[in-house]
């Protein structure tokens, strides 16, 4: 069987299914050298030298693989944040003497920048696509997008051989490891792929690390959802085996899951002729951010029936206890149902692509009013998911 490599050279579909507007985004699928790697990480422990403590600043795609790598390995020197809530930087306050390391593609990402001004008075290094202190890319290119950058740029490269306090050794174990069984990642992904296409399902139960739950989930309904008619996919991360639920199983190793599920993503997109590296809903609530909204202009009435799921977004810097406690709440609340939570904004960089034409979720967009731009997310996310969700202020 060839690998998806060949596949992406040889077959004209791809270039239709793998464009972001102008450009293409199927670079992840071409793994760079040991040797290229290792070069472009020289040149961050340059820049690194000196440094203890790191922290990493970026949305979605940017930071996603970040945090996993971070509770995989137990990291004590890795931080992150990806939240506009004062709490979440007052967190980091007492961090000593970190390197600010800060991620986005474009490097025009607001929650990315509104964020990083507030670190200032410390050294700030930027990882772009381009005009950033390093590429984000091995080849300075633009073509992997924020969801398919790891285990193939810099942002997971970087990380990682922080979290080996930059040994060469460790990290380039990890790379042969993975190198080694990409052949074979390629050919059982693309067959279940096909599987997954033939079987009509559209309900993912992803049996990986739980390291990955967020970057798994915005791989999947970043990629797939709200794409064509009639596929609605939604994803659970673990848990016990939930019944109509198409149940995948991943590598218990980090670095070969990631990939492993790409090539499953690419695979499901190509059999259903789905676009899986653009995110053309995303930019509704955007031009809303700046409009003149207001909790005033919340529609009460709610036209939503017969969903499956309810997913809750919570936009503020919500601990675990709190997390369960909700969530808890809302089981009670609606006990037939499947209750997803998630944080705000980083809800809206993994999932809000897959909400817009989901008639099957029930979202409920909470805020605690921590800081006027995660309202305006907050309330321009309601009005572009209007009739199928429920704005609601919390009292601190």
Known sequence: ????????????????????????????????????????????????????????????????????????????????????????????????????????????????????????????????????????????????????????TLIFWAPLFLIFNQDFGKTQSIYNQFASQIDQIQSEMWVLGEQIHQSNNQYFQIFCHPSLANWMTQLFQESLGSKIPDFHPKTIIGGEKIPDFYTINLSDDLTISLYQAQILVASIAYFKNINFVNQPSVEKYKKLINSDISPNDINKDLTLKNFKFVEIICYWAIAQEERDQIKAQYQQTYPDKIILLFEGSDWNHHSFQAAVDNPETLFCLLTKQVDPILDKIALATYKTLEGKSIYQIIQS
Do not use: C
């Open 1 to 152: 069987m060839k690998g998806l490599d060949e596949l992406i050279n040889q077959t004209a579909k791809f270039l239709d299914i793998g464009k972001d507007g102008e450009y293409l985004r199927l670079g992840w699928v071409n793994i760079f050298p040991w040797e290229i790697i290792q070069d472009t990480l020289n040149q961050f422990s340059l820049l690194a030298n000196g440094y203890q403590n790191f922290i990493f600043i970026g949305m979605g795609g940017s930071i996603n693989i970040i945090k996993a790598l971070k509770s995989f390995y137990q990291a004590k020197n890795i931080y992150t944040i990806d939240s506009l809530d004062p709490q979440a930087y007052d967190e980091l306050k007492d961090v000593d003497n970190p390197l600010i390391i800060a991620i986005s593609k474009s490097g025009t990402t607001l929650e990315t920048k509104l964020i990083t001004q507030k670190f200032s008075q410390n050294k700030i290094i930027w990882l772009k696509d381009k005009e950033g202190d390093l590429h984000i890319q091995f080849d300075a290119g633009n073509d992997i997008g924020g969801r398919f950058s790891a285990p193939n």
